[in-house]
């Protein structure tokens, strides 16, 4: 998959992909974004710094909250000074 509305994301997810003009996957996007809509498992992915990690692991979190649950349903760990940041 190469483009954003390959990944069968919601439909508003995609309209704010499309209004920050985000349309293609990088390629860690690539490689973690379908692997994490399709399992339960953990993933670790390494990429440089401007690749697009923060957006691999944070659309698929976006996608598969469940509003409708007032529980906690994503952890996310800041182990990096621009992770911190953003």
Sequence with gaps: ???F???GLNENILKSLNDLRFTE???IQSKTIPQLMSSNKDIIGS???GTGKTAAFGIPSIDMTDIN???PQTLVMCPTRELCKQ
């Design 5 to 7: 509305d390959e990944l």
């Design 47 to 49: 990429a440089q710094t």
């Design 25 to 27: 996957l990088t390629p």
């Design 69 to 71: 649950q007032s529980l």
């Design 1 to 3: 998959m190469h483009r």
